[in-house]
């Protein structure tokens, strides 16, 4: 039953935020060095930062800073110097920077050669972000006992899937890093995906501590608590 709640709750989130996070208009260029975000899954403001790396299709090297987060959260405050979020590191530029419409920006700018459409900057991006973080106001929020993995995960996903989110939000709670592929509808990236999973079907997860690899939603949260869950 709490399967279907939290499937329902996901699906509610993305309707409100119809448009933004569901298909790819590729960047321009890709970042020769894998770019760095400090977030956490219920965020509003980390959302609309997703929602554009999934419509750019980049790759990110996701850092999860849920609240109460030891792992992460101290890190991002050293480096920025704030407890703010999302806190975004471009390693390619040494751009390093808050403020979820500057990075929205900053994206399009440097690696898209276009402006963000107003689903993923200004003030109906906020509103409508807010509005679907209501359905799932503490999944992926605080931290919870874990134990670190050796090496990062990867995850196959696009912001807009509501199976997504809920790895995503285990994934954040068990302050578990990442590696982010973006494959949203019309992804470049896609094929290549394809090619390595055998379908087309996110989220995917790949373990490189353990070698495993599988869908599902229900079955990669089962996983990541038996493994990681402290």
Known sequence: M???LDVTTSMLTTVSRLGAGLSATPAARQPEQLLELYEFEACPFCRKVRDALSELDLEVMVYPCPKGGTRYRPKAIDLGGQAQFP???????????????????????TYGDRKPGILLRGPLATVTSAVASVFRPFGGASARPSRP????LELWSFEASPFCRIVRETLCELELAYRLHNVAKHSPSRAAFV???GKMMVPYLYDPNTEREMFESAEIRQYLNDTYGA
Do not use: C, W
């Open 195 to 197: 090619t390595r999973s």
């Open 149 to 152: 993995p050796a090496k990062p």
């Open 2 to 4: 709490s399967g279907l």
């Open 87 to 109: 806190y975004l590191i471009d390693p390619n530029s040494g751009s390093q920077m808050y403020e979820s419409d500057d990075i929205v920006t900053y994206l399009f700018a």
